[in-house]
């Protein structure tokens, strides 16, 4: 069986899914790579494609004290926003928990299936 030169490096330590790691690696960090290629050699004409870019920036503090002052309460409204939502979501989970729990006990089953495992099953092809 021929494989590529550095998954031969992982069968030979025994990692047979080295791979999968290294295809997944090199999809992660093609945005990095676009982005080192731009620092190394930066564009020296105007881009075709930022000719309709104009976005004026918009100064809203008046001072150096002001403006950390607003980042931060750009910063915890963010937070809070994250938190509502997977507080949100996590009552979504557990209510189809519930109602899941409700149909399997009309029926009499002793051992419940939960959301979970039901999307541990639906997921599960991918992971491999």
Same mark, same amino acid.
């Given at each position: 069986?021929?494989?590529? +030169?550095?998954?031969?490096?992982? $069968?030979? /330590? ?8 290294? $295809?997944?690696? /090199?999809? #992660? /960090?093609?945005? !990095? ?6 620092? @190394? ?11 309709? !870019? ?5 100064r809203?503090?008046?001072? /150096? #004290? ?10 915890? *409204?963010? !937070? #809070?926003?994250?938190? =509502?939502? @997977?507080?949100?979501?996590?009552? $979504?989970?557990?209510?189809?928990? =519930? ?9 009499? *089953? !002793?051992?419940?299936? *939960?959301?979970?495992q #039901?999307?541990?099953w639906?997921?599960?092809? +991918?992971?491999r």
């Amino acid at each position: 069986m021929r494989t590529g +030169f550095y998954a031969g490096f992982g $069968l030979a /330590s025994g990692h047979a899914d080295l791979a999968g790691h290294l $295809l997944a690696a /090199s999809v #992660i /960090s093609a945005s !990095a790579t676009t982005m080192f290629a731009e620092i @190394l050699l930066p564009e020296t004409q105007v881009s075709e494609t930022a000719t309709g !870019a104009l976005v004026p920036i918009v100064r809203t503090a008046r001072n /150096s #004290i002001e403006a950390p002052c607003d980042r931060a309460r750009d910063g915890m *409204k963010l !937070a #809070i926003n994250v938190l =509502g939502t @997977l507080i949100g979501f996590v009552a $979504l989970v557990e209510m189809t928990n =519930g109602l899941l729990g409700a149909v399997q006990a009309g029926f009499g *089953k !002793a051992q419940q299936v *939960k959301f979970e495992q #039901i999307s541990a099953w639906i997921n599960a092809p +991918f992971t491999r």
